[in-house]
């Protein structure tokens, strides 16, 4: 797990990106708030296990998995291959 805390919140206005790595699922502990892009380039799981609060861009390449409660509002866009 990358990061937890009780009170604090991850504020991306950049990029999170998952390229590479055989940990599976990799988890981001904290709530996330993302006005930028979230990305999981590889056939793994990237789980937003404190949530995502999404305005900005969540993209997966085909056999890539975004998990966790994401919550976008009219900006926000989730994006990937049709399943």
């Given at each position: 797990?990358?990061?937890?805390?009780?009170?604090a919140t991850?504020?991306?206005?950049?990029?999170?990106?998952?390229?590479?790595g055989t940990?599976?699922?990799?988890?981001?502990?904290?709530?996330?708030?993302?006005s930028g892009?979230?990305?999981?380039?590889v056939v793994n799981t990237l789980n937003f296990s404190g949530g995502v609060t999404n305005t900005?861009?969540?993209?997966m390449v085909?056999?890539?998995t975004i998990g966790g409660t994401i919550t976008s509002?009219?900006?926000?866009l989730v994006q990937g291959p049709a399943g």
């Amino acid at each position: 797990m990358i990061g937890y805390s009780s009170t604090a919140t991850l504020v991306n206005q950049g990029t999170i990106r998952k390229s590479a790595g055989t940990l599976n699922p990799t988890i981001v502990g904290w709530p996330v708030t993302n006005s930028g892009a979230l990305l999981n380039n590889v056939v793994n799981t990237l789980n937003f296990s404190g949530g995502v609060t999404n305005t900005g861009t969540v993209t997966m390449v085909n056999g890539a998995t975004i998990g966790g409660t994401i919550t976008s509002n009219s900006s926000g866009l989730v994006q990937g291959p049709a399943g």
